[in-house]
């Protein structure tokens, strides 16, 4: 039977049948008033798991699937009958979307589970349910709504609790052919396997458990190289995960480590959920000649990571029932401390000296960040530097105007003292009462200079500064005028 895991189908309900329009008619009997009966409702369209199918083969060739329409209303008051819904069974494990805007819309997981996907359409009203007692004649009735339709897409996840996971040809259908009835294709060249393979394993004291034999994954899965990663949809339900490594792999670029970390790799690709899942190492093929040789040093690898290596031989059933254990109390029990191993203590140290140089190098970004600020603060003091070359200019302006002001001084007293020579002794007695109030003017304005000085230096604008000494220059000749007229 050719497997098949992806379908699209459309899906449409039954409509309702329409309700009659009747009214009776027999022989003595006038006015017999409306006896038209109501119409069927139209059948649905319900899905249901079915434990029994393993495929979606039989929606591959039969895409559309319409369930019945319900019968119209008839007269003497008889009702049309409703339509069967359509049953479509699929695998335990489907999952059905919206094939417009991949929305989820159920996942039927549990065995006997059903889901209505489309609902029929309800049958209309005779005209008997019309009539009443001012309308006794109703001419009319009322007809049945449409069935739902939908474009859905069906995707088959198997029900497993343990996934085999491996490169082409590492021994995976033998492996499950070993430990259930599972018979699988076997052969000596890659991808043998080209469809999952389901088996049940029989473990002790009567606990058994399912096992899924997947298509071998190569380096580029994610990008479509090979067969894709396509297949791993079928381990996503899985609790354990075994990876089967293949110790007598030939080839350019395989090697033991190298193909595990492309397993991880495609793994992360395709789902970070899968990826953290509890994984099992087999080393398998140990009755090959190289491969007792490559055992050693994958195992000492794989101990500086932290994870126990299972050497087996599936051709042979060498340690097999250690793996089973393992695997078994996993899932069962949960504990995953037997997949584990102690670091070696050099392995351990290579760690800390790691994370400490990334520490190391965490402050000194910190550092780079915060000579980033006073740069930024440097820069804002030079933005500033031409205002305070502005406040030095007009505090040179004041200087200046200061240094004039003894001069202009020196003059007017000599002015006066001619003036006090040539003048009569009432003029000189008015010269000397006027001198102390020019004194006192000429000391109130070196008080004002001075106490204004530390203003402008302080961030007064020097066009201020310089505006204040022009009026003090001319305050000056007024006061000398005055001299004069005394």
């Known amino acids: ?225 090979g ?36 397993l991880i790799a495609e793994l992360g690709k395709y789902s970070p959920e899968l990826a953290s899942k509890p994984q099992v190492v087999a080393a398998n093929k140990l009755d090959l000649p190289d491969a007792q040789a490559r055992l050693e040093g994958f195992t000492e690898a794989l101990r500086e990571r932290g994870i126990r290596v299972y050497p087996v031989s599936c051709a042979t059933g060498e340690g097999m029932q250690p793996l089973m254990d393992s695997v078994a109390e996993v899932l069962f029990t949960g504990r995953t401390e037997k997949l584990h191993v102690e670091i070696p203590a050099k392995a351990a140290r290579a760690g800390k000296a790691k994370a400490k140089a990334a520490e190391k190098k965490a402050p000194a970004r910190k550092a780079g960040a915060a000579a980033a600020k006073p740069a930024t603060k440097k820069s804002a003091a030079v933005k500033k530097a031409p205002a305070r070359k502005v406040g030095a200019a007009a505090a040179k302006k004041k200087s200046a105007a200061a240094k004039k002001a003894p001069a202009r001084k020196a003059g007017a007293a000599a002015k006066t003292s001619t003036a006090r020579k040539v003048g009569t002794a009432a003029a000189k007695k008015a010269a000397k009462k006027k001198a102390p109030t020019r004194k006192a003017g000429t000391a109130s304005v070196k008080k004002s200079v001075a106490k204004k000085a530390p203003a402008r230096k302080s961030g007064s604008s020097g066009k201020a500064a310089a505006k204040k000494a022009s009026a003090a220059t001319k305050r000056a000749p007024a006061r000398k005028s005055g001299g004069r007229r005394s």
């Open 227 to 262: 067969l894709g990663h396509q297949f791993l949809r079928h381990v996503e339900r899985c609790k354990v995960l075994i990876h089967l490594i293949d110790m007598g792999a030939e080839g350019e670029g395989r090697a033991p480590l190298h193909d595990f970390d492309v």
């Open 1 to 225: 039977m050719k497997f098949v895991d992806e379908v699209r189908i459309f899906v449409k309900a039954g409509d309702g049948g329409n309700g009659a329009v009747s009214f009776r008619r027999e022989k003595y009997i006038e006015r017999g008033g409306p006896n038209g009966g109501d119409g069927g409702n139209g059948g649905s369209v319900v899905f249901v798991a079915d434990p029994q199918l393993t495929t979606l083969l039989d929606y591959r060739y039969q895409q559309h699937h319409r369930a019945k329409n319900g019968e119209h209303g008839m007269g003497s008051d008889c009702n049309g009958r409703a339509a069967e819904d359509m049953v479509l069974k699929v695998p335990v494990g489907t999952l059905v979307k919206d094939a417009n805007t991949g929305e989820l819309l159920v996942d039927l997981s549990e065995t006997g589970q059903r889901w209505v996907a489309a609902k029929g359409g309800r049958g209309g009203l005779g005209n008997m349910n019309f009539a009443t007692s001012t309308r006794q004649t109703p001419r009319f009735a009322q007809d049945g709504t449409k069935g739902e339709e939908l474009t859905l897409r069906l995707e088959l996840k198997l029900l497993a609790d343990v996934g085999l996971l491996g490169f082409p040809n590492a021994g995976k259908s033998t492996f499950i052919s070993r430990v259930s009835r599972a018979r699988p294709k076997v052969a000596d060249y890659p991808f043998t396997t080209l469809i999952p393979n389901l088996g049940m394993v029989q473990y002790k004291d009567g606990l058994s458990f399912v096992m899924a034999d997947i298509p071998g994954i190569i380096e580029g899965a994610s990008e479509g190289v």
